[in-house]
C-alpha cells in the first residue's frame, strides 16, 4: 500500500507482559516518528528516527518503552512489563524528511493493558 | 504553562458561518508550525502548514504571529464535513513535536 501500515490494529494484553507494536512508513520517507494518544488527550511525542538513528529518546515516558528502526524501514516500539496506563493508541508517521515536512500517520495500533 | 495551549471546544457552529481559533506556544524556539486535522478514532491528516506570511488555502486560512506567540486558523463557509478535531503543532530547533490536545469543532445543519 502507498499509506503508513501499523500492526497490530488493537492489541490487548495483561499487565506485566511486554508487547511489540510495528510500524511500516511510507517508501523512501527517512524520518519516522512514534507518538501516543490517550484517550480525550492529544498526542503525546515519544520519539523519532532519521534514517536509523534516533537524536533524542528523552521522549520515551519510561526505561520500559524502547524504539528500533532497522534498514531504514520498519520501526518497532517495544513496551516491557506493560501497566494500565500504558493503554492508549500508539501512532506511527512518516516524512520524506526530519522535521518541518508533512507527517503522514497510520491508522495507529490501539493498546489495551488489562 | 503547556508548551501548545488550544482551547478544547467544542465549538457549536452553524453551517456557512466562519469560525476561528487560536493556539499559542510557549517556546519562543518554535521554528515550524502546523494544523492537523483528526476526525474521530482516526489518525492525523495534515490540513495546513503554517508560514510567517500567512497562507491560505481555499476556505481555510492559517496565520503566525510570532510576536503574542499564537497562530490561528480560520474557516470560511463552514460544511457538516468540517466537523472534526483540529490539532496544532509546533516544531522546536532541539527536534521537538508538540501537538495540541486539539480543538473540537461541530459543525451544524
Known amino acids: 500500500g502507498a499509506g503508513v501500515s501499523q500492526s497490530p490494529s488493537n492489541k490487548v494484553t495483561e499487565k506485566g507482559k511486554d508487547v511489540e507494536l510495528r510500524c511500516d512508513p511510507i517508501s523512501g520517507h527517512t524520518a519516522l516518528y512514534w507518538y501516543r494518544q490517550s484517550l480525550g488527550q492529544g498526542l503525546e511525542f515519544l520519539i523519532y528516527f532519521q534514517g536509523n538513528s534516533a537524536p533524542d529518546k528523552s521522549g520515551l515516558p519510561s526505561d520500559r518503552f524502547s524504539a528500533e528502526r532497522t534498514g531504514g524501514s520498519v520501526s518497532t516500539l517495544t513496551i516491557q512489563r506493560t501497566q494500565q496506563e500504558d493503554s492508549a493508541v500508539y501512532l506511527c508517521a512518516s516524512s520524506l524528511a526530519p522535521m518541518r515536512d508533512t507527517q503522514y500517520f497510520g491508522p495507529g495500533t490501539r493498546l489495551t493493558v488489562l | 504553562r503547556k508548551e501548545v495551549e488550544q482551547d478544547p471546544g467544542p465549538f457549536n457552529v452553524p453551517e456557512g458561518a466562519t469560525v476561528a481559533f487560536n493556539c499559542t506556544y510557549s517556546?519562543?524556539?518554535?521554528?515550524?508550525f502546523f494544523w492537523y486535522r483528526q476526525d474521530c478514532r482516526k489518525e492525523p491528516k495534515l490540513l495546513m502548514s503554517?508560514?510567517?506570511s500567512g497562507n491560505e488555502d481555499g476556505r481555510f486560512t492559517a496565520q503566525l504571529n510570532r510576536a503574542s506567540q499564537y497562530i490561528s486558523l480560520l474557516i470560511r463557509d463552514s460544511k457538516l464535513s468540517d466537523s472534526a478535531t483540529y490539532l496544532c503543532?509546533?516544531?522546536?530547533?532541539?527536534?521537538?513535536?508538540?501537538f495540541g490536545k486539539g480543538t473540537r469543532l461541530h459543525i451544524l445543519p
Open positions: 517556546n519562543s524556539a518554535s521554528q515550524s
Open positions: 503543532v509546533a516544531e522546536n530547533r532541539d527536534d521537538k513535536i508538540i
Open positions: 503554517v508560514y510567517s
